[in-house]
């Protein structure tokens, strides 16, 4: 079997001292299901904070806008979360 070369870069700045390791698909199934959670968890967290880089693709402002042309025009029921 041929694994994945995706690979993740990761530096940890401690008191002046810089750490760096590249972390790889079979390092990531090696971790236990906590911590390839709590790492999906971090990442996530660090994305929420810097939306500098996050740019929607084109094609997002047709959908949202079809969806809510459908709204508007009674083409779909509306559902709450409750429901």
Known sequence: MIESLAC????????NNTESFIMNT???KNMSTIKR?????AIWDSL?????????PEW?????????GKI????????????
């Open 26 to 28: 079979i390092a990531i």
């Open 60 to 68: 997002h402002i047709e959908v949202l806008m079809e969806r809510e």
């Open 72 to 83: 508007k025009d009674n083409q779909v029921e509306v559902v709450s979360i409750k429901d």
């Open 48 to 56: 929420i904070y810097d939306q500098s880089d996050i740019k929607s």
């Open 37 to 41: 959670i709590q790492a999906m968890e």
């Open 8 to 15: 993740v870069r990761y530096d940890q700045s401690v008191s």
